[in-house]
Every structure is written in structure tokens, then in C-alpha cells.
């Protein structure tokens, strides 16, 4: 019998939750943290799958694994684990797992007010400010994002023709923006959402091979972006993030701000310094903005995003996983056959 034991503080960013795992997870082999995503992802896939999928998790699940820091500028490290996949950057759980890490006493920033994090897509600062012994927001600084592709044309069955953008934040977004056929995320459930978010991934993937120019090992679209009206007065615009075939983002999502952001400069609908709030599906916030621009080595004008949002912890908790058990490592309901058809 192998039974492991992961160690983990649990909370949410602006409602969508962050599993952050202290202890128990594997070490990895790599110089750096996308070589040792991938290592990861080639040998213990498996606890990922068990931590974030159904019975220890569910279908919105989502977490990290902290590690000590990779580079020398660095105060930690982070793998971040989804019911999807292991992405290479993911926003609302580097504001979970910074809030989480500066809480529970498990980091002593090298400046006081910032933490430098090595995550798979590059190193992120971001900067927090406490009140007492709690983390009243963090602001992150993201990897270089830009808006790779503009209005590429997909057919969805439940809507027609649509155009969409490509920006990449981390990940790739194609981000539907209130059109013809579209008439705002606020006109369809959640479950529609989703339904035609996987759709919009796989149309944009037989479309177009979708790669970062300057490292081919970040391809394809594995989320969808839709837009729409906000709620509160002083939000700039509503969106809800469909991330792989799962999760439909509580928070208004943080690599998918990043691309929000990266293509509303891009095409002159945000200034540099300027804030973009961006409201979520059940009405959470985070705020977006363009820190400075850069330009990517294969020459594409890109920008540093910056995202800012709340984290809070709810509970510790100590996950076991014992081969013995059925279901020992996981399981995703879509993965068996439709029970009724
Ligand atoms: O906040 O970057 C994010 C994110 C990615 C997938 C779900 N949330």
C-alpha cells in the first residue's frame, strides 16, 4: 500500500478557489519552472488529478504547488495545478498563494511590500499591501502579453459567425467581445457559456495553430473569454472565462485580464497606467492595468500587465492518497460515457 499525504492551506481569490499544496509534493528536475511543469506533468500528473478533480476535489478546483525559489531573485516558486491541466501561469492563484504564503508565515520577502515568484511562464513580481497580519490586496506584475491575432473568423452552432481576438496572458484567450451574433455574457447561463466555450476552443484550434512566438512550447487555446456589460457602475466591462472543459471562472480571471488588457492597448482602448475593472461572473473584481510597454525577441510589441485583486484563506487541510482506495486518483465525470442518450 503507497499512501501520501499533501499538506495544503485552501482559500479563494475573489471566489474562485486556490489549493495550495505546503507540503507532500514531488521534487522536480529542471532548470526551470517549464522544464519542471513538464517533468511533472510526464511523472505525477496523477496529483494534480487527485487533488483538483472529484472526490478530494470538483469540477472548479484549482491550486498550486509552492516551492522554494528557483532563481536567485526569487522568493519562491510556484507550479500551478488545474482540473485542466497544469498551465504555465495562472493569475487568481498567484494572488491566492502570494495572500496564503505571506499569512501562514512560509515567505520573508527579500523587499519588504514584493514578492518575486518563478512560475512556468517566467517570474512574476507582485506587490501586496498587509493590514495587521492579513493581505489586504496583492498586485501582480504579469509575464510580457500581447494580442497575437485580431478578428478571426469561427463558426459556433449556437450563435453563427463570430469574430474573435487572440491575446495571450499568460495563456491564450480568444476573447468574444459583444457583436452581432454575441449580444453580452450577461444573455446566457453559466452552462451555456461553457457549453460554447469548449466549442470556441476546438473551432480556434482547427483554425489556427496558435504558439508564442517566442517559445513554441506554449501553444494552443485551452480557454475561452466571453465579454459583456457590467454590473456595477464603475466597472469597466464584465467577463466570464471558460478554462478547459471544466472550469467557468468565478473570479473575472487573472492571465485572461492580462490578455484583456494587452488587446484593448493594442488596439487604443486603454492608455498605459490606466485602470480597467474588470467585473467577474458573480460580481467580483479585479483591476487591470498596462505597467509598461516591451517588445517580445521576435519582435511583437507586447506589454507588462499588471492585475490586482483580494485573496482569502478559509481552511488547512491534509489530503491522502492511498492506492488501495478506488478512485484513488481522481476522477472527471466527462471522461466516462453520456449515461443518457
Ligand atoms: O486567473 O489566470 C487565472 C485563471 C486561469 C484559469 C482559471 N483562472
Redesign the pocket.
Known amino acids: 500500500m503507497t499512501k501520501h499525504t499533501f499538506s495544503c492551506v485552501e482559500g479563494h481569490t475573489e471566489g ?1 478557489p486556490v489549493r495550495m499544496v505546503v507540503s507532500g509534493g514531488p521534487e522536480l528536475q529542471g532548470a526551470t519552472m517549464n522544464h519542471r511543469r513538464l517533468y511533472f506533468v510526464e511523472k505525477y500528473d496523477w496529483i494534480r488529478r487527485a487533488l483538483m478533480l472529484e472526490p478530494r476535489g470538483h469540477g472548479q478546483m ?1 491550486g498550486t504547488i509552492f516551492y522554494p525559489p528557483l532563481s536567485a531573485s526569487a522568493d519562491f516558486s510556484l507550479l500551478f495545478i ?1 482540473t485542466s491541466g497544469c ?1 504555465p ?5 498567484t494572488i491566492g498563494s502570494v495572500t496564503f504564503a505571506l499569512e501562514s508565515g512560509l515567505v520573508k520577502p527579500k523587499t519588504p511590500g514584493q514578492v518575486v515568484v518563478d512560475v512556468p511562464a517566467g517570474q512574476v513580481t507582485a506587490k501586496y499591501v498587509m493590514n495587521g497580519d492579513k493581505v489586504e490586496s496583492v498586485r501582480f506584475t504579469n509575464v510580457p502579453s500581447f494580442l497575437l491575432h485580431k478578428d478571426v473568423e469561427i463558426e459556433v452552432s449556437q450563435l453563427g459567425k463570430l469574430k474573435v481576438d487572440i491575446a495571450y496572458g ?2 491564450f484567450y480568444p476573447i468574444v467581445e459583444v457583436q452581432e451574433n454575441f449580444s453580452g455574457c450577461e444573455h446566457f447561463t453559466p452552462e451555456q457559456l461553457l457549453e460554447m466555450g469548449r466549442e470556441v476552443q476546438q473551432r480556434v484550434n482547427q483554425a489556427l495553430d496558435v504558439i508564442h512566438p517566442d517559445n513554441p512550447q506554449i501553444r494552443g487555446v485551452k ?1 475561452c473569454m466571453w465579454t459583456g456589460r457590467a454590473v456595477a457602475g464603475d466597472s469597466h466591462a464584465r467577463a466570464v ?1 471558460i ?1 478547459g472543459n471544466l ?1 467557468i ?1 468565478r ?1 473575472p ?4 485580464t492580462s490578455a484583456r488588457v494587452a488587446q484593448r492597448f493594442a488596439r487604443g482602448l486603454l492608455c498605459e497606467g490606466e485602470e480597467f475593472r474588470h467585473e467577474s461572473l458573480i460580481l467580483s473584481r479585479f483591476i487591470g492595468r498596462v505597467e509598461s510597454k516591451t517588445r517580445l525577441e521576435s519582435g511583437l510589441d507586447a506589454v507588462y500587465p499588471s492585475v490586482e485583486g483580494r485573496a482569502y484563506i478559509t481552511g488547512r487541510g491534509e489530503h491522502y492518497v492511498d492506492d488501495t482506495q478506488p478512485y484513488a486518483q481522481g476522477f472527471d465525470l466527462s471522461e466516462f460515457a453520456k449515461l443518457s442518450v
Open positions: 474562485m484549482s488545474e498551465l501561469m495562472c493569475g487568481h492563484a499568460g495563456n480557454h472565462v478554462a472550469i471562472d473570479s480571471c487573472g492571465t485572461g
